[in-house]
């Protein structure tokens, strides 16, 4: 797992931008991978841990996990 901030997050489209501790390209963040139950969104400047992977137009988060 790795760790880093939301840079944004847009609620009402359900994805985002996270960017990570290790100093790498931001990585597209959506809703769906967000772990937990409930409404699931993230807030600016919030620290997450996320399995890095590549998707369909370029970096992505998976297994978000709000710290």
Do not use: C
Not at 4 to 11: L, S
Not at 16 to 29: Q, R, V
Not at 31 to 41: L, N, P, V
Request: charged share 20%; no cysteine.
């Amino acid at each position: 797992m790795e760790t880093g901030i939301v840079k944004w997050f847009n609620a009402d489209k359900g994805f985002g931008f996270i960017m990570p501790d290790n100093g790498g390209k931001d990585l597209f963040a959506h809703f769906s991978e967000i772990q937990g139950s409930g409404y699931k969104a993230l807030q600016e400047n919030q620290r997450v841990s996320f399995v890095s992977g590549q998707g369909a137009k370029g970096p992505q988060a998976t297994k978000i996990t709000p710290l």
